[in-house]
T-cell receptor, first 114, second 116 residues
Framework: DVKVTQSSRYLVKRTGEKVFLECVQD?????MFWYRQDPGLGLRLIYF???????EKGDIPEGYSVSREKKERFSLILESASTNQTSMYLC?????????????FGAGSRLTVL | GENVEQHPSTLSVQEGDSAVIKCTYS??????FPWYKQELGKRPQLIID?????GEKKDQRIAVTLNKTAKHFSLHITETQPEDSAVYFC???????????????FGPGTSLSVIP
């Protein structure tokens, strides 16, 4: 069973703080993704990575950056958190991309920025 | 950019009735359409998918149909049960602009409530 583990389930941060959200997967998946989930907007892709040290912007990358130093770990960074970044953040990984892709999600990290 | 629309946003059905969720996509090159189910407080999980060379796929009480000409696809749940209550997301693959990479675009979700 693929496990995608997000280190923090709940975080409360202040405006301007730097925030790290960590995600680790244990099935040697090449592909990893960060989404944010907001009511009525579904899952929106922030960044993704198809290989170590590789990153591509998704649909809403502004205000975020990522790091993939090791294959199993994909970190989402908020350099200076703002209140409009209060959201649920979901990490996912997959073995293939495109037809047949199955994304396995982590449990989510709910971030509140005060 | 490419997008996926999903309707309805909320759906209530009596236990035992059928539920239908409809999605449309904009990228005619999309060739893979997964559906994810997210129960309250849990992570999204794939429940069924369909490729563009297939018009219909069924797995027990759930089925998905695809009309490539009209660019729409639907999820059908028959004999609904309370445990079917969840948010359902449709999705479609599309090419990331300017690259050869595929990415998955999710619809906004449908909150299904099955009333016992």
């Amino acid at each position: 069973d693929v496990k995608v583990t997000q280190s923090s389930r709940y975080l409360v941060k202040r405006t301007g703080e730097k925030v790290f959200l960590e995600c680790v997967q244990d099935m040697d998946h090449e592909n990893m993704f960060w989404y944010r989930q907001d009511p009525g907007l579904g899952l929106r892709l922030i960044y993704f990575s198809y290989d170590v040290k590789m990153k591509e912007k998704g649909d809403i990358p502004e205000g975020y950056s990522v790091s993939r130093e090791k294959k199993e770990r994909f970190s989402l960074i908020l350099e200076s958190a703002s209140t409009n970044q209060t959201s649920m953040y979901l990490c996912a990984s997959s073995l293939v991309v495109g037809p047949g892709e199955i994304q396995t999600f982590g449990a989510g990290s709910r971030l509140t920025v005060l | 950019g490419e997008n996926v629309e999903q309707h309805p946003s909320t759906l209530s059905v009596q236990e035992g009735d059928s539920a239908v969720i409809k999605c449309t996509y904009s990228d005619s090159a999309s060739n893979y359409f997964p559906w994810y189910k997210q129960e309250l407080g849990k992570r999204p999980q794939l429940i069924i998918d369909i490729r563009s060379n297939v018009g219909e796929k069924k797995d027990q009480r759930i089925a998905v149909t695809l009309n490539k000409t009209a660019k729409h696809f639907s999820l059908h749940i028959t004999e609904t049960q309370p445990e079917d209550s969840a948010v359902y997301f449709c999705a479609a693959t599309t090419k990331l602009g300017g690259t050869s990479y595929d990415k998955v675009i999710f619809g906004p979700g449908t909150s299904l409530s099955v009333i016992p």
